[in-house]
């Protein structure tokens, strides 16, 4: 009987050996360099430590452009102020428009009737527009003045 047992000993010693054998080669297949995971971590700290330094180099360049953009708030609020006060100063300025439209008009008066151009005569009187509507005259107020509604005046 004891030989059974030594028999049965000696068999699971052997096979612990194979098995621990065979879990060697799978501990160096997993951690080696190259293809395995050891491989695989090595790299990924090697990209943790290539974000770092990017994202230590996107931090230092965000500060410089919130300074940067700083500045240019502080400026646009400036130049803001500067307009908003030169808009005021606008409203405190007389019309001038009906000024001249007044000066224009004395100027016309005087001048005879046979020396007039007669598109100089109708160019800023009101006239209808196709749809029946009345066309503001250029000097009615608007700031601004649209080359396409004067184009079909100069055409006829």
């Known amino acids: 009987m004891s030989f059974i047992a030594d028999i049965l000993l000696v068999a699971a010693a052997v096979g612990a050996t194979f098995y621990c054998f065979v879990l060697s080669r799978r501990l ?17 700290s090697a ?43 606008m409203h405190d300025l007389p019309d001038v428009e009906a000024g001249q439209r007044a000066k224009g008009e004395a100027a016309k008066a005087s001048r005879p009737a046979a020396d007039a151009d007669p598109a100089e005569l109708h160019k800023h009187e009101d006239r209808p527009d196709k749809a029946g509507e009345k066309k503001e005259s250029p000097a009615s107020g608007t700031l601004f003045l649209r080359h396409r509604d004067r184009v079909p005046e100069a055409a006829e």
Do not use: H, Y
């Open 47 to 89: 990209q943790v430590d290539d974000m770092t330094k990017t994202l230590e180099r996107a931090r230092e360049a965000a500060i410089g452009s919130t300074g940067s953009l700083e500045g240019l708030t502080r400026r646009a609020e400036a130049v803001a102020a500067r307009l908003e006060l030169l808009v005021a100063a």
């Open 28 to 44: 160096a297949r997993f951690n080696d360099l190259e293809k395995g995971v050891g491989g695989a971590v090595a790299v990924m």
